[in-house]
């Protein structure tokens, strides 16, 4: 229940981050999206509801132990905890966003959708505050939080809405070209932010990389990067060959591509909640006291394990063979764009992640 209520709230964020942002863009300059508001009052109301899961279970898990009631604990948690304040100015805030969405203004004044934009980025940042990066380094660890997860709203909220909510056809077909020209540089500017932040964020959850994978939340990483690859090859192709496909194929139309970006993105969110919901390994050894191996981990691993292992890489001829089919299958997706076959193009893009992962998981030792 807590993955999914982890993956819808970063849903939610990203469809709010993505349709404000378009509000606020001249028309002449994105296709016919059409956001149904009732959509975006319903994100904004979820938030603090799926926001509230984690400290739900953490008020029952206290309160056994501690022998306290149920809102005994709840009221210190809200009071006292980092998390719990947070929830409370959360739940505040998207109680103002919804009030802001439902005004019949908001449809008709170009100023609204930028309150109800500065709002949402007010409530990621109380999402990095109640982080654990800035529980253990308060500032840099808020600040690089937020910065990491309101680059890929921003950029995965824009590519979600646009493909899902998007004319197909009509007048609005003519401004992809002029669409595509402002979002691919920021779609770039987004990813080197996301990226950056989130090397910096390792340094504080993960420090010894490599070792994690032993874990569960090492290996939940691991697949999360990995499911870049193909969200990325989807970026390259939907943001630098459209003008080459269209002048091949006048009929070509990218919104289909964009759909198939957008669920590799939903896929790599899946991993991130996962994540959200593990212990953070800044000590693998110490961690491997207390918590189990990666089934996963000790299913492909050809050693015998040990708390004690300390993962080096070592090519084999089958990580190199699986290294080099990942390549393959990786310009096998750029071909598929050539060729117009956005949902070849999908299952490709993840059997190309899924060879990187088997490379890198044969190359341990």
């Not at 948690?77 to 959360?90: E, M, Q, S, Y």
């Amino acid at each position: 229940m807590i993955y999914i209520s982890e993956g819808l709230l970063y849903v939610c964020f990203a469809i709010l981050i993505g349709a404000l942002t378009l509000r606020i863009v001249p028309e002449k300059l994105q296709p016919a999206v059409q956001v149904p508001n009732g959509l975006l009052l319903a994100c904004a109301a979820a938030i603090p509801v799926l926001s509230y899961v984690p400290i739900h279970q953490l008020a029952r898990l206290f309160a056994k132990d501690f022998e306290l009631s149920y809102f005994a604990m709840l009221k210190s948690i809200l009071l006292d905890v980092k998390a719990g304040k947070a929830w409370l100015w959360t739940a505040l805030g998207a109680a103002g966003l919804a009030v802001l969405l439902s005004a019949k203004s908001f449809r008709n004044d170009r100023h609204m959708p930028k309150v109800a934009l500065f709002v949402t980025m007010l409530l990621i940042v109380w999402l990095g505050y109640a982080s654990h990066a800035s529980s253990l380094s308060a500032l840099k660890g808020l600040v690089v939080h937020t910065a990491h997860f309101f680059a890929f709203s921003l950029w995965i909220g824009i590519l979600f809405v646009t493909a899902w909510f998007s004319r197909s056809a009509g007048k609005s077909a003519d401004n992809w070209p002029a669409f595509l020209k402002w979002f691919s540089p920021l779609a770039i500017i987004c990813v080197v932010v996301t990226l950056l932040a989130g090397f910096t964020l390792m340094t504080f959850t993960t420090p010894e990389y490599v070792n994690a994978w032993m874990l569960p939340y090492g290996q939940a990483l691991l697949i999360k990067h990995l499911l870049i690859l193909p969200l990325l090859l989807f970026a390259y192709t939907n943001g630098f060959m459209y003008k080459s496909a269209v002048a091949a194929n006048p009929d070509f139309h990218p919104v289909k591509w964009l759909r198939i970006e957008s669920i590799a993105a939903v896929l790599m969110l899946g991993a991130t909640a996962f994540m959200g919901q593990q212990t953070p390994p800044h000590t693998v050894k110490d961690t491997l006291q207390t918590e189990s191996p990666s089934p996963l981990f000790t299913w492909l691993y050809k050693g015998s394990f040990s708390p004690d292992l300390d993962l080096r890489f070592t090519l084999h001829m089958e990580s190199i063979l699986m290294l080099a089919a990942a390549l393959l299958v990786a310009v096998a997706v750029v071909w598929t764009y050539r060729l117009n076959r956005p949902w070849t193009a999908l299952p490709l893009g993840l059997l190309a992640a899924g060879f990187t992962y088997l490379g890198l998981m044969f190359s341990i030792s």
